[in-house]
């Protein structure tokens, strides 16, 4: 029996290193940010991210705990792996004999003013990256200026072609554009993100040599570009998020200790991209009992002294899914 030596068996597989990036979330005023990295390399942001060390970390969180301390400075709250992502072309390109990078994408939450972020971090609003998933005020007027005409184009090239979703080009603008609706599935930024993707009409596409994008040619971005696939990791810590605060209460983790049931609507509202009419959102919130009057008042808001409440964490023992079921359909 011919046998193959292990180092010719070897000489087409390249080597794997595991990398470790962190979505870390807070909120400024009423916009939702997530802390950067400085501009690098084409001057695009990036989240902040580091190799894995066995030898040093025992876990994957301690160590992403560890590195995010090290280049931002910004202490860590709730915790949670979104997904591991490790396609081809999210660093390498045809000839290429480095190793293959498999990122583990972490979806954190933490409080801006706790600890400023060292002079390496800066905190951006998430609604520069993803301008079509804001829905606060009305429908994006980016939506209908631009995305809907490039989608249409793209859609009549090979309206029945299957993507890798199993539905066609076709059902998959329908489904998560909806051309003619007021609004959308908020928890679908990811889906929305890779449709756009696949059409080739963020610059990501282009840098990833889609055939799609290159067709097109030169085109204004479509909200801000990342370094490597860290928007479609941000996209899917925004998906992640949005759909969990409504069966867990993850949305105080980004609150002060203690807040007015207006704070709080506007923190929601941030996060889902979408307007709550207001006493609809406090019939839940006072409903839900998530929350506890503290019998003291704010006078920040220019008007009439507000009730000041705070998380009532004896909810996490009472139900099994405590969180604030609010959204809007479209």
Do not use: C
Not at 27 to 35: K, M, N, Y
Not at 74 to 83: C, I, R, T
Not at 110 to 116: H, K, V
Not at 288 to 313: C, D, N, Q, Y
Request: no cysteine.
């Amino acid at each position: 029996m011919n046998s193959v030596p292990p180092h010719a068996s070897m000489q087409n597989v390249l080597p794997l290193a595991i990398n470790l990036t962190a979505a870390i979330v807070a909120v400024r005023g009423d916009e939702p940010s997530i802390l950067t990295l400085g501009a690098g390399a084409g001057g695009l942001d990036a989240l902040p991210s580091g190799a894995f060390d066995p030898l040093h970390h025992r876990t994957f969180e301690i160590g992403l705990r560890a590195f995010v301390a090290e280049q931002t400075g910004a202490p860590l709250g709730y915790v949670e792996q979104l997904y591991t992502f490790g396609d081809r072309g999210r660093h390498a390109r045809a000839g290429d004999r480095d190793p293959h990078i498999v990122s583990i994408g972490y979806l954190a939450l933490t409080r801006i003013g706790e600890n400023p972020p060292s002079p390496a971090g800066a905190y951006r609003g998430w609604y520069d990256f993803f301008p079509w998933e804001d829905w606060r005020r009305d429908r994006p007027e980016i939506i209908d200026a631009r995305i809907l005409p490039a989608l249409r184009d793209w859609v009549a090239e090979a309206p029945d072609e299957i993507l890798a979703s199993g539905l066609s080009r076709q059902a998959r603008y329908n489904l998560l554009f909806k051309p003619h609706a007021r609004g959308s599935y908020e928890e679908n930024v990811l889906e929305r993100y890779e449709l756009l993707y696949e059409a080739g009409l963020v610059e990501e596409a282009a840098r990833d040599g889609r055939n799609s994008a290159l067709r097109r040619g030169p085109q204004a971005p479509l909200g801000r570009a990342m370094r490597h696939d860290h928007r479609r990791i941000l996209a899917t810590a925004m998906g992640r998020l949005r759909a969990k605060m409504k069966y867990r209460p993850v949305i105080f983790e980004l609150m002060p200790e203690v807040f007015t049931l207006t704070e709080l609507q506007r923190t929601v509202e941030a996060i889902s991209g979408r307007h709550l009419h207001k006493q609809n959102f406090r019939r839940l919130v006072e409903g839900s009992s998530i929350v506890e009057a503290t019998g003291e008042t704010s006078l920040k808001t220019g008007g009439r002294p507000a009730a000041m409440f705070r998380f009532r964490r004896d909810v996490l023992q009472e139900r099994s899914a405590p969180g604030l079921r609010v959204g809007i359909k479209g």
